[in-house]
C-alpha cells in the first residue's frame, strides 16, 4: 500500500515562503512522476509541478518563478518550495504519485494539506 503524507502548510503572511514535504512509503523510483496539486475554494483541482523518475521538472505557469518541485531520494520526500506567497495562492495542497502511464497508471494521493495566505 502506498502512501504519501503531506507536511508543511498552515497560515503564512503574504510574502512568505514556507516548503511542503511528501514523504512517501515506497521509492521515488517506484512513480514514473510524481508532483503538486491545489484546490482553491469553490474551484477545481489544478496541477501545480511535477518531477519526473528521470528527475525533470515542470511548473504552471501561474506560479512559475515562485514555486519549485525538488526531491530527496534518499529521504523519499518530494517538496514544493513556495516563494513570496500571495493570497491567490490559498488551497489545500495535495501531493500525487503516479505509476504507470498518464492514461492508465495508478494515481495515488495524499491527504492535503491546507495552505492559507493571509495577513
Known amino acids: 500500500q502506498v502512501q504519501l503524507v503531506e507536511s508543511g502548510g498552515g497560515l503564512v503572511q503574504p510574502g512568505e515562503s514556507p516548503r511542503l514535504s511528501c514523504a512517501t512509503s515506497a521509492s521515488i523510483f517506484s512513480f514514473n512522476a510524481m508532483g503538486w496539486y491545489r484546490q482553491a475554494p469553490g474551484k477545481e483541482r489544478e496541477l501545480v509541478a511535477t518531477?519526473?523518475?528521470?528527475?525533470?521538472?515542470n511548473v504552471r505557469n501561474s506560479v512559475k518563478g515562485r514555486f519549485t518541485i525538488s526531491r530527496d531520494i534518499a529521504k523519499r520526500t518530494v517538496y514544493l518550495q513556495m516563494n513570496d506567497l500571495e493570497p491567490e495562492d490559498t488551497a489545500v495542497y495535495y501531493c500525487?504519485?503516479?505509476?504507470?502511464?498518464?492514461?492508465?497508471?495508478?494515481?495515488?494521493w495524499g491527504q492535503g494539506t491546507q495552505v492559507t495566505v493571509s495577513s
Open positions: 518531477i519526473s523518475s528521470g528527475g525533470g521538472t
Open positions: 500525487n504519485g503516479r505509476i504507470g502511464s498518464a492514461i492508465t497508471g495508478n494515481n495515488y
